[in-house]
């Protein structure tokens, strides 16, 4: 099960659902007992609903506050006579219903004798979506990862906007990348109740809006309206708002009135990390004389004071404040800062305890891995996923938010968030769950592709076969760099010896293989995309290892031999091909004309 109960006793015998039977239900559990009418009735079982307690009905759902401490708790007692799922409330029934679900799944309508006894460890339990780096997901596959997130028993859900809501009056920004309306955002929000998860809405608010500075009416906001040179030496264009332009508030107000009467949360997400610009630009001569981290706070608290005359509650990202740990606890006391980093030794016990002694309230934010790499690293993720959840809950951690970023085009599809989003569910719920690799995977195919092929442990090897090469990046693998940013690949190219070369051959073979089983399986209807977007994804990877080869063996993309860039091109080519299909398959056509670009942006750069 995902996630794994924290307490299970299994009993003598086996409970055997009858063709047709009866559901033990009242007003207050009704919504319940449908969904799991439903349930039943994909195996072929009949059942009807009765008030009646007295009954012979062989399911009873039971509301009793006295019974179940915890409001998102419940009890399954499973006998050979009936089953009987109790809760505290009704969302404490969903979840038992969700485990239910499961188990039958997996046994079929002969489940085995056993008492669950569950609650979660982290009240919060979220996971964000990037849906501002080209991909934006169509309400068909949202409403799917909803309901999959509903039966992970996640109850929050953030998707990340930069310019991809459709705000009236700034059409040019938003204009050719499909962007979500008010209209999709209210149906969505109803969605999301509907399965007890909180659609938090998340809009940067200080760094990272580009797509808007760009524009000429917007250029007055910007810190750097002619761009900046980052700290690793790349220019970018304009970047974050000035936080010393008295417009940038104002701004911000308007777009937080269109945006956040579509929502029910009373939280909001405002970003404000990685603001890189800040400080070199108009803020320069302020940022000198008071400190840029006071400018930093400055500007965020005037961001909650924003969003707190409209009673909502202020999410942060916390990687710019916490360089300037002197000015952490003039925090508000009701905010939430969003402590994250995605390596697997990134430093969460350091930045839970500053945290936490200083009394901010906060959650620990990790990652999937599943950015800049086509097919993951998965190892990290497990990596980086437990050490955030483990110190999160040791420094007391109010929730977790697992995120799944879109760095240069997210060209990754979504079956590679698999395993992060199932092992984030079972540690989130069960700290002291000691799941193994090995059943984590069996279990992500059982209940996430719903399928006996060993999809998932197929997934995980290409999500470590970055570690052929004994030179690693942060937050990318050498293939995706070598594909889509050859440029920084030829910066390292010294570093890389015979070995790796020899080593990545063999990494290339092994993805094959994950091709050929995976081509020649004999799989369900409903599992053929899935399958499509992990080959399509693979043969990105074994391009990239390509890539690699030939950027060291030639050290210039001019000086490959032109039979070899002429296969090259040809195989990018039909492997994009490919990606568009699947992309307008699953995805709104905005944005996919950017990402394309990026994905064969190599083809440009040989001159």
């Known amino acids: 099960m995902l996630p794994q109960p924290r307490r299970l006793v299994m009993l003598d015998g086996e409970c055997e659902l009858p063709l047709c039977g009866k559901i033990l239900t009242n007003y207050d559990s009704f919504t319940i007992a449908s969904l799991l009418k439903s349930e039943l009735a994909k195996y072929g079982r009949n059942f009807s609903f009765t008030g009646f307690g007295g009954s012979d009905a ?18 399954i007692k499973i006998t050979r006579d009936n089953v009987v799922i109790i809760a505290k409330t009704n969302r404490g029934l969903f979840y038992g219903l969700q485990t239910f679900k499961q188990l039958v ?21 979220g996971f964000m979506l990037d849906v501002s780096r080209d991909r934006i997901p169509n309400m068909q596959t949202l409403k799917a990862l909803i309901d999959l997130l509903a ?59 580009g797509k808007w500075l760009k524009h000429e009416e917007y250029k007055y906001l910007a810190e750097c309206p002619e761009g900046f040179t980052t700290p690793w030496g ?58 840029k981290g006071k400018v930093y706070l400055d500007f965020l608290l005037r ?35 969003l402590i994250w980093g995605y390596e697997s030794n990134h430093p969460y016990e350091h930045e839970c305890r500053l945290f936490s002694e200083r009394g901010v309230t906060f959650y620990v934010c990790p990652g999937t891995s599943s950015w800049n790499s086509f097919v993951g690293r998965s190892d990290n993720a497990i990596a980086n996923i437990s050490s955030a959840l483990l110190n999160g809950s040791k420094y007391g951690a109010i929730g977790f938010l697992l995120t799944d970023w879109g760095d240069n085009g997210h060209p990754q599809h979504l079956p590679f968030s698999m395993i992060p989003l199932g092992y984030a569910s079972t540690i989130g719920w069960n700290i002291s769950s000691e799941i193994t690799i090995g059943d984590l995977l069996r279990q992500v195919d059982i209940h996430l592709f719903k399928t006996n092929l060993p999809l998932a442990e197929d997934i995980y090897m290409l999500g470590t076969l970055y570690k052929s090469t004994n030179i690693q990046f942060h937050n990318m693998s050498p293939y995706f760099m070598s594909l889509v940013c050859p440029h920084k690949m030829f910066e390292h190219l010294k570093e890389f010896d015979k070995e790796d070369t020899s080593n990545i051959r063999k990494a290339v073979s092994e993805a094959e293989n994950v091709i050929k089983r995976l081509l020649g399986s004999d799989v369900q209807t409903d599992l053929q995309q899935a399958i499509a977007q992990v080959i399509n994804n693979t043969q990105m990877l074994i391009l990239g290892m390509r890539a690699f080869i030939f950027e060291k063996e030639y050290n210039s993309l001019e000086k490959i031999p032109d039979q070899i860039w002429h296969s090259f091109k040809e195989e990018l080519n039909k492997i994009s091909q490919d990606y568009t299909q699947i992309w307008l398959n ?22």
């Open 58 to 75: 062989v399911i009873k759902l039971i509301i009793e506050p006295s019974t179940v401490s915890s409001s998102q708790g419940y009890k």
């Open 151 to 209: 039966e992970l028993k996640y109850n929050e859900f953030q998707l990340y906007f930069e310019h991809t809501f459709a705000y009236e009056g700034h059409e040019r920004v938003w204009k050719g990348y499909s962007p979500f309306t008010a209209q999709e955002i209210l149906e969505l929000d109803r969605y999301c109740k509907d399965r007890f998860i909180e659609l938090v809405p998340n809009q940067n608010s200080f760094g990272h809006l």
């Open 105 to 125: 799944r997996e046994y079929g309508c002969k489940i085995p004798a056993m008492v669950i006894e569950d609650e979660p460890d982290f009240k919060n339990r």
């Open 586 to 607: 699953v995805n709104r056509p905005g944005g996919l004309n950017q990402s394309l670009e990026k994905l064969t942006r190599i083809l440009k750069m040989r001159v």
């Open 234 to 291: 790349e220019k970018y264009g304009s970047f974050s708002l000035c936080p010393t332009v008295p417009e940038s508030i104002t701004f911000l107000e308007s777009l937080f009135d269109q945006l956040l009467p579509n929502f029910t949360s009373a939280k909001v997400n405002i970003g404000g990390d990685e603001t890189y610009d800040l400080g070199l630009g108009r803020s320069k001569e302020i940022c000198e004389r008071l400190g």
């Open 303 to 337: 961001i909650y004071k924003l969003l707190k005359r409209r009673g909502k509650t202020m999410m942060f990202w916390g990687d710019i404040i916490k360089n300037y740990p002197e000015l952490v606890v003039n925090l508000p006391d009701d905010l939430i800062a």
